[in-house]
């Protein structure tokens, strides 16, 4: 099990544009695709509908979804019981990090794909963290990841045994929205498969105004291409 | 909310010897406790109803269960799929990293935790990781609990923002099975809540074979105390 021909990659697989660009990355970059999909208590199943559609779209090799229940710890809008905000300007979204940040998201996240990637003997794993448009999230940055590639060297057997060093790959970190959706396009992506609304509609439409609908259509508008996707409201 | 008295800690909870003595420890320094209880694809309900009532007898402010489907990504004897051992000898059990270890649980675990600890506002966090008789398990190491503690201080909004500086608290990890189980029974520990096999019998009782039974019945043995519980098969 030591080599594999071609490389075994974990990606963490949201249903998110940015996970599925860094998804298409790595399937560039000639790994073998396993994503994993984490069930975090989220508002809505739109999103993990839309995380199988990209995982088949790419050719993954296996999808698994595994169901952690944030909820029960509570703290974000994403997990309940704090209302999603709507219509706030670039100049609002930059000045705090926002209630929908979730604690220790990021970290919970990659904690589980880890623990997939051990179990595959996979050194890879990628995530589609991105710090520009998401500057207020700590575990969107680069010291973050270092340190979780610093920790993955350490708790694992596959690690520590000389058969596996870990590498967290984040090949959005440093990309604006627009170069994002511009770069997924030369790969092929269909954003037409993605969700990214924190609060649709019932029928899954996007609203359109909260901060991740504002962040996804001003990206499409800056990179000059049509977003597939449609909104319940429209846009300017 | 930066100011709590007495200061609020999380302690993650398995409902084994271990933890129930690491939160006896935090309980003893004046921390108002909430414990943290992760079901992670465990094969029995025994270990969770333990841990209810060890948190009950800990008298902690709130005790939350976290489920989280580890039997998604597989690797482990106690997620299913693998036949936990029986009967090893002590050289059998140190020769190698056995197949009840679960790929990165004490990463998931933390990473659980911190985001609960956030929530809180709690920036102290206890885990019953023990080094000495877990030696191959490379998750209960000091090297790993100092990298946890380094990737939560860049993880977290508390943290980057200056409120908190998470501390893992890992008091049982340079001591004995026999030394534990001495440190809680001066603590007032009921053992007799707590359970330790990994694979009981339908009613619960301790199977008195796998490795968890064996190493808790020699660490009575060497305190000379007596284990309060009882097994489907009698000791030496």
Redesign the interface.
């Known amino acids: 099990m030591s080599e594999h021909s071609p490389r075994r990659a974990v990606i963490l697989l949201s249903g998110g544009l940015d996970s599925a660009t860094a998804g298409a990355v790595a399937r560039r970059d000639g790994f073998e695709l396993y994503a994993?999909t984490v069930r975090y208590g989220q508002r809505h199943a739109a999103e993990l509908d839309a995380a199988a559609k990209v995982a088949e779209a790419l050719g993954v090799r296996r999808h698994?979804?595994?169901?952690?229940?944030?909820s029960?710890?509570?703290?974000s809008a994403l997990t309940g019981g704090i209302d999603v905000p709507k219509n706030r300007s670039t100049e609002a979204r930059d000045a705090e990090?926002p209630v929908t940040?979730?604690?220790?998201?990021?970290?919970?996240l990659?904690?589980?794909a880890?623990?997939?990637a051990?179990?595959l003997e996979a050194a890879d794993i990628f995530i589609g963290a991105n710090a520009v448009d998401y500057s207020g999230y700590?575990?969107c940055?680069k010291?973050?990841l270092d340190?979780?590639a610093?920790?993955?060297n350490?708790?694992?057997?596959a690690?520590?045994?000389g058969r596996l060093s870990f590498r967290i790959h984040a090949p959005l970190l440093e990309l604006t929205k627009a170069r994002i959706i511009r770069l997924g396009t030369e790969l092929g992506v269909d954003y037409g498969l993605t969700h990214s609304c924190y609060d649709p509609l019932e029928d899954g439409t996007a609203c359109g105004r909260c901060d991740a609908c504002l962040l996804r259509r001003g990206g499409f508008a800056k990179a000059g291409l049509t977003d597939p996707i449609s909104y319940a409201v429209a846009g300017e």
């Open positions: 994993l698994v979804t595994v169901p952690v229940d944030l029960v710890i509570g703290g990090i940040y979730v604690p220790a998201r990021n970290t919970i990659l904690s589980l880890l623990g997939y051990e179990v700590p575990d940055r010291a973050f340190a979780f610093l920790l993955a350490v708790a694992t057997k690690a520590v045994e």
